[in-house]
């Protein structure tokens, strides 16, 4: 076997027999899992004959919650494309300040205060942020679309026919406001005001001093100011929360003061969670902040500075667009003076799979096909037909966003005749492919 300049070469097969080899001048001893000890502590791996140098890598990140372990998902799976890495949890954020991470060659964090950030610079090491409370000097950065989470929340509620909009939030957490001030910013552009609920200081200095894996789902100390906020609000109001917890807050207050959601109120997460989405009542909606690619980008940012770590070239702060709104019955359509048009939609989406059709949803309604016509379109402004295309093309929408179903399988359930019908109909509506979208992910 011989090295190159990078530390690459190739392994001939006796050497893969032997427990023992020299090799450019280093003895290299067989280990645990395939891998070899060179003489100097490094890790060495047999990867397609190919002998590479192992990074060690720090991941710093809470798995509790949906986001957290979405991350982490990415982070394996671009860090195996990597093929010399390997990764270690680092919960104890202790052993950062007592150890300095010594035989690790970079860091992926969620750094949510100075503290930890002090201690990772103290190390040396490649950071690289994926929370992103603030841009931190010498660190890489990886952070969402905050303005664009804000105005796809805003796009998403008024397409559904909302006229009334509220925020909750937290005042004083830089992601909330910027997400809170982006969403009052695209109503207004719209022509529509938004009552925001305020928090004190208090409650966001309680919010910051909680680490991110040690939240729990629950009433913060504010339940009795929402409570009040919510219940002084007009009916038919969507409330747009910075997080799926707050969502899922606003959602049990609901329950407890009689409000029903989503006939008098709407509300919209961000996250999705499926958990916390599955535990309110009803199914709580909301949008996915694409975690999954945010460890993809960090994996990637950090292979950049540990090749070259004194290199300006290529960002060293990259923004993750939101994927789309995962829809359920927390924004269900629902009108007071056509309630009956609520159930019509429930409907049209339940039996999308078989193909409804437009008779089938005026034998359904009970009443004359001009009523039901007008009345769809005083909701939704579209007629029937209109919405039941449209059904099939958020159906199809999410299933290529938030699931890993074939082409074939997605046309199916959508309700359209083939697969190449769907292809057409798709591109010639939404103005790429299914598989374009599907790998644009938003």
């Avoid at 003061?257 to 996250?271: C, Q, S």
């Avoid at 309700?415 to 790998?439: L, M, N």
Wanted: hydrophobic residues 40%.
């Amino acid at each position: 076997m011989s090295l190159d300049a990078g530390g690459h070469g190739l392994i001939y097969w006796p050497y893969e027999k032997k427990a023992n080899f020299l090799c450019g001048g280093f003895v290299f001893s067989r280990c645990v899992g395939g891998e070899f000890l060179r003489g100097g502590g490094e890790r060495w791996a047999i990867v397609a004959d190919v002998c590479l140098v192992m990074k060690r890598i720090a991941v710093i990140c809470e798995r509790d919650r949906a986001f957290g372990r979405g991350l982490c998902l990415g982070v394996a799976g671009a860090a195996a494309r990597e093929r010399n890495w390997f990764l270690e949890f680092v919960d104890d954020l202790s052993v950062v300040k007592s150890t300095r991470l010594v035989g690790f060659d970079g860091v992926i964090a969620r750094i949510s205060d100075d503290g930890i950030a002090e201690d990772l610079k103290a190390t040396g090491l490649p950071v690289v942020d994926v929370y992103t409370s603030r841009t931190r000097p010498g660190f890489g950065s990886v952070d969402g679309d905050q303005p664009g989470i804000g105005r796809l929340a805003a796009e998403f509620l008024v397409s559904r026919r909302y006229a009334r909009f509220a925020y909750c939030g937290y005042d004083g957490i830089s992601y909330s406001d910027v997400r809170r001030d982006s969403f009052v910013a695209a109503l207004a552009e719209m022509g529509f005001p938004c009552n925001v609920f305020h928090t004190s200081k208090d409650v966001a200095d309680e919010f910051n001093t909680v680490p991110r894996y040690k939240e729990t789902v629950g009433l913060g100390r504010d339940s009795s100011e929402l409570s009040a906020w919510l219940q002084a609000l007009p009916p038919q109001t969507a409330v747009f929360c910075c997080h799926d917890v707050r969502a899922w807050q606003v959602l049990a207050l609901c329950r407890a003061v009689g409000i029903a959601v989503p006939k008098r109120l709407a509300a919209l997460g961000v996250d999705n969670d499926e958990l916390v989405c599955s535990f309110t009542s009803p199914p709580l909606s909301s949008i996915d902040n694409s975690a999954f690619r945010f460890g993809e980008a960090a994996v990637g940012l950090l292979s950049r500075m540990l090749r070259a770590p004194k290199c300006s070239k290529g960002p060293k702060h990259i923004v993750v667009g939101p994927r789309g709104v995962c829809e359920r019955g927390s924004t269900a359509l629902c009108s007071p003076d056509a309630e009956w048009v609520a159930d019509i939609m429930e409907y049209i989406a339940r039996n999308v799979e078989r193909g409804v059709r437009v008779d089938e949803v005026v034998a359904y309604a009970k009443r004359p096909a001009t009523a039901v016509e007008r009345g769809v379109k005083s909701v939704t402004g579209n007629t029937v037909q209109y919405h039941i295309l449209w059904t099939r093309l958020e159906t199809a929408k999410k299933m290529l966003l938030f699931s890993l179903k074939p082409i074939a399988e997605i046309a199916r359930l959508s309700g359209f005749a083939s697969p190449q019908y769907f292809s057409r109909f798709f591109k010639a509506k939404i103005g790429v492919s299914p598989e374009a979208f599907r790998g644009q992910g938003t």
